[in-house]
Antibody, heavy 119, light 106 residues
């Protein structure tokens, strides 16, 4: 059974930092391109960024609103994806989903972790 | 940047009826890159359709996708109570999502 389990969410002050983790199991994590998608409560979905598999270069891409502040990384030895979020803004408040890509779509989703940026 | 516009914003139908949801792109996109997701309250989205018309694993055949170029459609042939949810389309190339269509019980 495929599982993506996010952790690390919580309350942080504007300007602060937070690191989210996503533990993956049940599929070939090493070969998977992984993405983070976020959703402001009650609103739509927003793609945050992606990391390719190491075999495909391990490179990252980010959405414009988070570029330069967020960093995606992976530890294939631990089957874990990370999202380092720095210089957080109130508008970063959202549920953050870890997703595993297959070809050109997001095949597997975690249950999400809530990040609240507030003073 | 490609923009995906979904319509209608809200669709009110009864169980047993047919639902037709639209996703229009601001410029032509590859069908291979178009996916649909379903999200129920309090749950994560789940993949329904990929490559514009291929059903994901375990998705009932009452769900179907079609379209090409700039116009794509998700059709639910006969609505079941569990189908009432929010539906999003996504274009992979620019990683953009539509704003969603809420399918509610009439």
């Amino acid at each position: 059974e495929v599982q993506l389990v996010e952790s690390g969410g919580g309350l942080v002050k504007p300007g602060g930092s937070l690191r989210l983790s996503c533990a993956a199991s049940g599929f070939a994590f090493t070969n998977a391109w992984m993405s983070w998608v976020r959703q402001v409560p009650g609103k739509g979905l927003e793609w945050v960024g992606r990391i390719k598999s190491k075999a495909d270069g391990g490179t990252t891409d980010y959405a414009a609103p988070v570029k330069g502040r967020f960093t995606i990384s992976r530890d294939d030895s631990k089957n874990t994806l990370y999202l380092q979020m720095n210089s957080l803004k109130t508008e970063d408040t959202a549920v953050y989903y870890c997703t595993a890509q297959s070809a050109y779509h997001l095949k597997y989703w975690g249950q999400g972790t809530l990040v609240t940026v507030s003073s | 940047e490609i923009v995906l516009t979904q319509s209608p914003g809200t669709l009110s139908l009864s169980p047993g009826e047919r639902a037709t949801l639209s996703c229009r792109a601001s410029q032509s996109v590859s069908s291979s890159y178009l996916a649909w997701y379903q999200q129920k309250p309090g749950q994560a989205p789940r993949l329904l359709i990929y490559g514009a018309s291929s059903r994901a694993t375990g998705i009932p055949d009452r769900f179907s996708g079609s379209g090409s170029g700039t116009d794509f459609t998700l059709t639910i042939s006969r609505l079941e109570p569990e189908d009432f949810a929010v539906y999003y389309c996504q274009q992979y190339g620019s990683s953009v999502f539509g704003q969603g269509t809420k399918l509610e019980i009439k």
